[in-house]
């Protein structure tokens, strides 16, 4: 029975580490819109964070992931934070990938910078995505819709090594606008409710990585321990959590696939 025991955890290890990381899921939200503000009819957001872009995760590993995601056919592409890891060398090849897929939908795409991207170099992040096409919100807002409606994005610094701003971040929003917050960390999530956001969208945490049957996850990074995965409300206010495509240290999952996330407004 030893020698059993010993082949189970050892499989166990194996999936955790070599094919748990590579096996991405979309997960479908649904999001209701206070009434009285008006976005474009049932608006699809494609969400993608922590791709960590790395020794680990390599373009093919994220490219699989994004596959998932564009099926669904997003109009609106935002990413939360998180592209690199390691090192800076990653940042162009990270970019790149992301810009693949950045002119794909109706409204493009926007992104935040996560504590990863301000460790490797923040404004060389934020350059290499913007010669791709994606816009980088670092305490600042961006206008999306059409005639059929509008929704604002308001995307806040990152908060453990950037200078988040929230006030700054929603400065540009017009009063009552619909307005949704971009936002590496969840945690923090009640300074966003003073400005009228409807719903936070966040990453960080990576569902913690290993969770366990009852005990739940075994860790979580500081500003990813209150609203570590799916759906949870700051104030009444629903904040989502991906549990990210990529892995950081170790690089395992277990019981917390990786995922990218279609967020339909309705």
Do not use: K
């Amino acid at each position: 029975m030893a020698t059993g025991g010993i082949v189970a955890v050892a499989g166990l290890g194996r999936r955790a580490r070599h094919e748990s990381p590579y096996r991405p899921v979309l997960e479908r939200v649904d999001v209701r819109v206070p009434s009285g503000m008006q976005t474009p009819p049932r608006l699809r957001i494609g969400f993608v964070a922590d791709t960590h872009l790395g020794s680990v995760m390599r373009p093919a590993d994220i490219d699989r992931a994004l596959a998932l995601l564009f099926d669904a056919e997003p109009d609106l592409l935002l990413f939360g934070g998180d592209y690199v890891s390691e090192s800076p060398r990653h940042i162009t090849e990270a970019a790149a990938v992301l810009g693949t897929v950045a002119g794909a939908t109706r409204f493009g795409s926007l992104a935040v910078l996560g504590n990863h991207d301000c460790a490797n170099g923040a404004e060389r992040m934020t350059a290499a995505l913007e010669q791709r096409g994606i816009q980088v919100l670092r305490n600042a807002s961006a206008r999306v819709g059409d005639d059929t409606g509008e929704l604002w994005i308001a995307g806040i610094d990152d908060a453990l090594l950037g200078c988040p701003d929230t006030e700054r971040a929603f400065a540009g929003v017009p009063a009552n606008a619909c307005a949704l917050a971009l936002w590496h960390e969840p945690d923090w999530a009640e300074q966003v409710v003073d400005h009228g956001a409807f719903l936070q969208l966040s990453g960080h945490s990576h569902g913690g990585q290993v969770r366990l049957p009852i005990a739940g996850p075994i860790a979580a990074p500081a500003g990813g321990r209150r609203f570590g995965e799916g759906l949870n409300f700051a104030a009444g206010m629903p904040v989502y959590t991906s549990r990210g495509v990529g892995v950081y240290r170790p690089p395992v999952r277990f019981r917390c696939p990786p995922e990218v996330t279609l967020i339909t407004l309705i």
